[in-house]
């Protein structure tokens, strides 16, 4: 209610000045017709104030009651925004001051499963070559047994064919018959 009486008191002290100037203008001070005239419509004002306090105030009043609480509320809400920004900032910040050691980590893990994935790859390789040097001792020496039982029958049948030669060419019909019967005998007997 107080603020009223302040509204009003500074609004009448303006209508005062306001006259003054008005009056000044014609060179004359104040005339009665000049008094009348400015007293209507300085009451006209008052009316026009009331009626618009009365009818318009509570309203008026709401909507800036209404703007300060909205206005207050929207800088609540920037302020709890900006403190919240802040907070990510800083869990930015100290999420990017932290990458540089996850990076090394990640580095460090990565050069550390590289290189037993090479000694398990040399590993592997020496394995295998073992293998292959096995396989191949073992394949040379079975073309080698092949290549020696190959070659003692080819002695065996030269053997028997030079020796067939020798007996053909020493070994008369009376031997050749004395052979095959003591060879037989020898069959028949065992």
Same mark, same amino acid.
């Given at each position: 209610?107080?603020? @009223?009486?302040?509204?009003?008191?500074?609004?009448?002290?303006?209508? $005062?000045?306001?006259?003054?100037?008005?009056?000044?203008?014609? *060179?004359?001070?104040?005339?009665? !017709?000049?008094?009348?005239?400015?007293?209507?419509?300085?009451?006209?004002?008052? #009316?026009?104030?009331?009626?618009?306090?009365k009818f318009g105030g509570a309203k008026?009043?709401?909507?800036?009651?209404?703007?300060?609480?909205?206005? %207050?509320?929207?800088?609540?809400?920037? +302020?709890?925004?900006?403190?919240?920004?802040?907070?990510?900032?800083?869990?930015?910040?100290?999420?990017?001051?932290?990458?540089? !050691?996850e990076k090394k980590a990640i580095l460090? !893990?990565?050069?550390?499963? *590289?290189?037993?994935?090479?000694?398990a790859i040399i590993e592997k390789a020496?394995?295998?070559?073992?293998?292959?040097? /096995? +396989?191949?001792?073992?394949?040379? /020496?079975?073309? @080698?047994?092949?290549? #020696?039982?190959?070659?003692?029958?080819?002695?065996?049948?030269? @053997?028997?064919? $030079?020796?067939?030669? #020798?007996?053909?060419?020493?070994?008369?019909? !009376?031997?050749?018959?004395?052979?095959?019967?003591?060879?037989?005998? %020898?069959?028949?007997?065992?």
């Amino acid at each position: 209610m107080k603020r @009223v009486y302040v509204f009003f008191a500074v609004l009448v002290a303006a209508l $005062a000045m306001a006259s003054f100037a008005f009056a000044s203008a014609d *060179g004359a001070l104040f005339t009665a !017709q000049n008094l009348k005239d400015y007293a209507l419509r300085v009451v006209n004002f008052i #009316i026009f104030a009331f009626l618009l306090y009365k009818f318009g105030g509570a309203k008026i009043k709401a909507f800036f009651v209404g703007r300060r609480d909205q206005i %207050k509320q929207e800088l609540d809400d920037l +302020q709890a925004r900006q403190a919240a920004a802040e907070k990510k900032l800083k869990e930015v910040e100290t999420g990017i001051a932290n990458m540089a !050691q996850e990076k090394k980590a990640i580095l460090d !893990q990565a050069r550390v499963q *590289g290189e037993a994935i090479k000694a398990a790859i040399i590993e592997k390789a020496h394995n295998d070559a073992e293998a292959l040097k /096995a +396989q191949a001792k073992r394949t040379a /020496a079975n073309e @080698v047994q092949a290549a #020696i039982d190959s070659i003692r029958a080819e002695m065996a049948d030269m @053997v028997v064919a $030079a020796a067939e030669k #020798i007996v053909a060419e020493k070994l008369s019909a !009376q031997d050749h018959e004395k052979l095959v019967d003591d060879y037989l005998t %020898k069959v028949v007997l065992n």
